[in-house]
């Protein structure tokens, strides 16, 4: 996967030795204000001189740690040290997903492995002989997984329990499933709410009630959150995600006539964030 943040930073590796004594470096001279997940307020004196690329951590979440392999969501706003310019901002678009490897990760790779979803970190980073100008970075590392207060169960629909990564597993009752649209949040989120003309980023594991076997499942090696467009949605996830917020968790039981003609499906879907549109696929299949 080729993402914009990795094509910039691909031009501003770090091509110098470092000096006898240190130097300071830019890091200090920079001010990141507002929350996590809230669009970053960066201010310092352009032109910003960088000695040497450096990393802080500006807020330490309390989520999932990322490890070697795993699926990471960033949130970015990339500026350029000399002139002031914003290169790329994404706070207020798609979130960035992608597996921490080092082929993938490139240069984000050891900044980000072993830190903790949640954590916002301010990062600057030296110029080379082909891309002259240092750049400032602020990013947010997301939750991959939904987060929030636990709702009770309801009886009659299916169990779910979660794993330590917050995987699902569906357990699928006896009996004969609900004719009509089932929705059921198993976990309530505090975030944005979904809605019509967004574009919503998930993370789901489908069943077939009249199996119980899994039909797809974006969780596992490998697997990573998706963005997908709220109108190219299957009618069971529109009608049952509409008004949910972000941090939810929501099981959606969704009649052969809402989804594929078929079979009852049993959807468990992570909420993970809402944003415009940019060019999303359909989901829920």
């Not at 350029?80 to 597996?99: C, K, N, R, W, Y």
């Not at 030296?126 to 970075?137: E, S």
């Not at 939810?248 to 468990?268: H, I, K, N, R």
Request: with cysteine; hydrophobic share 45%; net charge negative.
């Amino acid at each position: 996967m080729v993402l914009r943040l990795l094509a910039v930073m691909a031009l501003l590796t770090v091509a110098a030795c470092a000096p006898d004594e240190p130097e300071p470096t830019g890091i200090d001279l920079v001010s990141v204000g507002g929350n996590f997940g809230a669009h970053p307020q960066v201010t310092f004196d352009a032109p910003l001189e960088v000695t040497e690329t450096d990393t802080e951590e500006l807020v330490t979440g309390e989520g999932t740690v990322l490890v070697d392999g795993a699926a990471v969501m960033v949130s970015f706003l990339a500026v350029d040290a000399v002139t002031g310019e914003v290169i790329e901002d994404t706070f207020s678009a798609q979130p960035e997903v992608i597996l921490l490897t080092e082929a993938e990760a490139g240069p984000l790779y050891e900044d980000l492995l072993g830190r903790t979803e949640g954590s916002r970190l301010l990062r600057v980073e030296v110029g080379t002989t082909t891309k002259p100008n240092p750049l400032v970075l602020v990013y947010d590392i997301l939750h991959t997984r939904a987060w929030g207060e636990e709702a009770p169960a309801v009886a009659g629909m299916p169990v779910v329990t979660r794993s330590e990564t917050g995987e699902p597993t569906v357990a699928v009752p006896d009996t004969a499933p609900p004719a009509d649209l089932s929705v059921v949040q198993l976990i309530r989120g505090d975030g944005a709410q979904v809605r019509s003309g967004l574009a919503v980023t998930v993370r789901y594991t489908t069943v077939a009630w009249s199996t119980g076997a899994v039909v797809e499942s974006t969780w596992g090696e490998g697997q990573a959150p998706t963005t997908v467009a709220f109108t190219g949605l299957i009618q069971g996830w529109q009608e049952g995600l509409v008004d949910e917020t972000v941090g939810s968790q929501v099981m959606l039981v969704v009649p052969p006539e809402q989804a594929f003609g078929d079979d009852t499906l049993v959807y468990v879907i992570d909420v993970l964030a809402v944003s415009a549109l940019t060019g999303t696929d359909g989901a829920g299949e």
